[in-house]
């Protein structure tokens, strides 16, 4: 499969629900599923490259899920922006779960998540009292961890929401780089394929400013949005240092909690996991492996071969 199949399910909220999107790729068929949620501004397009890897290596025998956050990509924006926080994510992530496992019992769950999608994974993987239709085996956390650093807080901040109007993809792509370097090198070719993703067409925005249903953009459109809901970043931008200090607490314990295998990634030069707080996460709770990526920082997007290659690799060792 060179490419994945988009589906949709409907998800509870207090405004009267939403609908999430999700990439499928691989075996549907398959009782392992690899499930990939991405960043806080980001989409499950994001994880191309580690799942063409992965499913070369397992002979494409394995399913993989690739939700859009509800707020992101092809999902729908929620109501209330206050909503765009872990509770809720957890609870959709709970709901494609419960459908997945409708469609084909999950004998073999493994998980990976790239900052606020690594948060999520440890929501569901450390509170036991969750509804998972099997227990995650296998835990995946790039760059991120239970302490998030207040200055990293305040540098994504300064840009979330900033969606801007462009009038190329190639535009919303340079514009995305200027913002983006701590991903580390990547070719013109690699970051294009990263940022395709990322955009819609203004065309194809309801008048509420919504994303109308599409895949991607179409490069004959002039004009061309962020692809995800500018107020995102309210929760965010609403954090005091108490209640830092009260969701890092509440993080600690859920990751105490994790029994998984748990492989933790992290961006040599991360300003959101610090050094600290990483080596912490190897002595405590799953005893993490860490494995660290020079001349990266927040956060290594997974498509330079030797980041996927870590990543299959736990997920397919015996």
């Known amino acids: 499969m060179t490419e994945p199949t988009l589906h949709f399910i409907p998800c509870n909220d207090a405004a009267g629900g939403h609908r999430m999107a999700w990439w499928q790729w691989g075996n ?68 494609l779960l419960a459908q997945l496992q409708r ?21 569901l993987t450390g509170n036991h009292e969750l509804p998972l239709p099997a227990p995650i085996r296998r835990l995946v956390l790039n760059d991120v961890g239970p302490v998030i650093n207040p200055e990293a807080i305040k540098r994504i901040s300064a840009y979330v929401g900033q969606s801007g109007r462009f009038a190329s993809v190639a535009d919303a792509a340079a514009a995305m780089w200027s913002i983006s370097t701590t991903f580390g090198p990547h070719t013109p070719t690699q970051w294009m394929e990263l940022s395709r993703h990322m955009v819609v067409p203004a065309s194809r925005r309801s008048a509420d400013g919504r994303a109308k249903v599409t895949p991607e953009a179409d490069p004959e459109d002039h004009a061309f949005l962020l692809h995800y809901d500018p107020s995102i970043g ?26 998984a295998q748990t492989l933790l990634l992290r961006g040599a030069v991360s300003d959101l996991l610090s050094p600290a707080t990483a080596q912490a996460m190897t002595q405590r709770g799953p005893r993490a492996k860490l494995v660290e990526f020079e001349g990266i920082g927040h956060a290594p997007t997974l498509v330079a071969p030797d980041q996927h290659d870590a990543v299959n690799s736990f997920l397919l060792s015996p």
């Not at 690899?34 to 992965?54: I, S």
């Not at 469609?103 to 929501?123: K, N, R, W």
Request: charged letters at 20%.
């Open 28 to 95: 549907p068929a398959s009782p392992h599923l690899v499930m990939c949620v991405h960043g806080l501004t980001r989409q499950g397009r994001d994880f191309d490259e580690l799942v063409k890897a992965l499913l070369a290596r397992a002979d494409g025998n394995v399913r993989v899920v690739c939700p859009d956050v509800v707020g992101r990509g092809a999902s729908d924006w929620l109501r209330d922006p206050n909503e765009y926080q872990l509770p809720l994510y957890a609870a959709d992530m709970l709901a």
């Open 103 to 123: 469609e084909q019992p999950i004998a073999t769950f493994d998980y990976v998540g790239t900052s606020m999608g690594g948060l999520i994974g440890m929501v």
């Open 234 to 259: 309210a929760p965010l931008r609403a954090l005091t240092p108490e209640g830092i200090a009260q969701s890092e607490a509440v993080m600690w314990s859920l990751y105490d909690g994790i029994t």
